[in-house]
């Protein structure tokens, strides 16, 4: 957001301590931000939203300069509105990943219905059940509202991570596709409720 529209969404801070904000940029491609220009790039339960994560983790090492450091944090599934909804294993990120870089988005498109109908089957009652406004669907409001968030390729958290899964998916970036990158540390965060994740760039990187 602009410095303008963080000022108007967080009156309660000061707005002279709001600085001026260098890029707005889609978060997952990042595609203004040049190569190997930044220090650091930190995504606070950004890549549960993303549809093709390993995809997403590559855009974010790019922008990385040797010695970079990637923060990433995610929500534990079974400690959020997600409890319910099945762990996203490390081959359907792979296949995800392929389909895309093969030419073949429309593929993942498909694929994407399945998570829409998790979200709205699972993720969408659990919310809404803690705020008292849970309804069930019928099978056409549900296959009708599938349909919408397609088209409008609607963000939801796509995929769901335990602690365990969320290493796998890191320890297979840094081994088969980015293998500059290595994982730091992975930390267990907010009692549990999320995993946090350091990844650095090799300092040898492009030497």
Known sequence: MS????????????????????????????????????DFVI???VLEHASNPLQVLSNWARGLRPGGTLFITVPIGSRCFDKGRPLTPLQHFIDDY???RDGNPQSLDEKNRLHYRE????????????????????????????????????EIHFHVFSRESFVTLLDYFTTCIRSDFSVKAVIRSRGGAESLAILERSPQAGR
Not at 9 to 16: G, H, I, Q
Not at 19 to 34: C, H, K, M, N, R
Not at 133 to 153: D, I
Request: with cysteine.
């Open 43 to 45: 995504a606070n339960h």
């Open 119 to 154: 979200w709205l089957t699972i993720s969408t009652p659990n919310s809404d059940a803690r705020n008292r406004h849970y309804r069930n669907l019928s099978g056409e409001e549900l296959e009708s509202l599938v349909e919408t968030m397609s088209a409008g390729k609607a």
């Open 98 to 100: 392929e389909l895309v």
């Open 3 to 38: 410095r303008e529209e963080n000022i108007r969404k967080f009156p309660e801070l000061d707005a002279a301590s709001i600085v001026p904000t260098d890029y707005v940029e889609d978060g997952f491609t990042l595609a203004s931000i040049p190569d190997c220009s930044q």
